[in-house]
């Protein structure tokens, strides 16, 4: 920090205030603002304040492994993870293994080979965010993977034997809409 004398604004006093003409309002304004940028400064470097590290409650997210909404989104979760970090490529190959059904594997496979993109996704890129909404069905699990890219979205269907628990379908489309 500088003196009052040494600093240079318009507000600043001299060492002649009689010489300037300033009150002693505007002294006391002066010295109110120099206060506030010094407390500003201390705020901002962290210095005499600590700051709470998170706002709001504790988050928790839970599921079942006998829920397929759970399992789907469980697999969203994992593969996006696994397609993100260095050297995920392997489980991400793991990760299909074990929730696609061998026939979907192969359907998807060929969606890739066709469209030169992953068919878990159905994009080139890998999604900022991601959320899982249950779509209802009688005979087998729909849901709704929305797929966040920044200020866009993308919505998937995707279906899910309710006897194996193995995802047989990913598109835009539903399996009965075809």
């Not at 793991?94 to 359907?107: N, V």
């Amino acid at each position: 920090m500088t003196s009052d004398n040494s600093m240079t604004s318009n507000n600043s006093t001299t060492s002649d205030n009689s010489a300037t003409g300033k009150s002693s309002t505007t002294r006391l304004r002066t010295a109110r603002r120099r206060t506030a940028v010094a407390a500003g400064l201390a705020l901002a470097l962290g210095l005499g304040v600590t700051a709470q590290a998170s706002a709001g409650s504790p988050r928790s997210v839970s599921g079942k492994p006998s829920d397929n909404i759970t399992r789907i989104a469980d697999f969203y979760g994992a593969y996006i993870d696994a397609v993100t970090d260095e050297g995920g490529g392997k489980l991400a190959d793991e990760l299909r293994k074990h929730y696609l059904t061998p026939a979907f594997q192969k359907e998807l496979a060929a969606w890739e080979d066709k469209n030169h993109a992953d068919g878990v996704l159905q994009a080139q890129n890998v999604p900022l965010a991601w959320k899982v909404t249950d779509n209802g069905t009688a005979n087998y699990t729909e849901a709704v993977v929305t797929l966040t890219w920044g200020s866009d979205t993308t919505q998937l269907i995707v279906d899910m034997t309710r006897g194996t628990h193995k995802i047989f379908h990913i598109g835009t489309k539903g399996v009965a809409a075809g």
